[in-house]
């Protein structure tokens, strides 16, 4: 349509500068080594209809780090193998990605009062980050009485949502998942009271 297009959060909320290890493999094999955030930018800056691209900046080296990327004579276009390489990198997110869930709450309001669409955000973001986000994020749900456990299988959910998501199955994966994180976080406490008595 020759309308030029805005892009924000281009990097996620910051989350694809800080890639897990399997992304940041992947950028590493790669011939040309750029930072996470170069590979973000230059992935948007080849299209030739954005024609701006907001960046949030936090500190004076990650000004100085945008102003070297954008620092080209004219704008870049992908090779064949760097295309190749963007696939590569969007399969291994959406290998991270558990549940798909795209959080358009169609499955809300749950009777029992299951929070799905905030469960599996956090469970994906927390497998996206490949950090311990999830633990911490998950205790706030059960202690709000909105958790995974609380699903009786009525199957309302599963009937309203349009990606047809097995949200039965999968709030149970999440349910074992932070049962397993919960019985981590105790060993852990539990020997370092040990240690320390």
């Not at 909320?13 to 940041?24: K, R």
């Not at 691209?53 to 780090?65: H, K, N, P, R, V």
């Not at 390489?85 to 798909?100: Q, W």
């Not at 633990?135 to 958790?147: F, L, T, V």
């Amino acid at each position: 349509k020759g309308v030029g297009v805005v892009i924000m959060e281009p990097l996620r909320g910051g989350l694809l500068a800080n890639p897990p290890e399997d992304v940041a493999a992947a950028y590493a094999q790669y011939k040309d080594q750029r930072s996470p955030v170069e590979w973000a930018f230059r992935y948007l800056y080849t299209m030739p209809e954005v024609k701006c691209i907001l960046s949030g900046m936090s500190t004076w080296e990650q000004l100085g780090d945008n102003l070297n990327i954008f620092d080209l004579e004219e704008q870049p276009v992908l090779s064949e193998e760097e295309k190749a390489l963007f696939v590569k990198v969007k399969e291994t997110y959406i290998a991270r990605t558990k549940t798909r869930c795209t959080g358009c709450r169609y499955c809300q309001p749950c009777p029992m009062g299951v929070a799905i669409p905030r469960i599996f955000r956090g469970y994906d973001g927390a497998m996206l980050r490949a950090d311990s986000s999830f633990k911490d994020g998950y205790a706030r749900i059960i202690k709000d009485e909105c958790d995974a456990s609380r699903c009786v299988e009525c199957r309302q959910c599963e009937g309203a949502c349009p990606q047809h998501l097995p949200i039965r199955k999968l709030l149970k994966d999440v349910a074992k998942r932070a049962k397993l994180d919960i019985s981590t976080i105790s060993r852990v406490s539990n020997s370092k009271y040990v240690q320390t008595n």
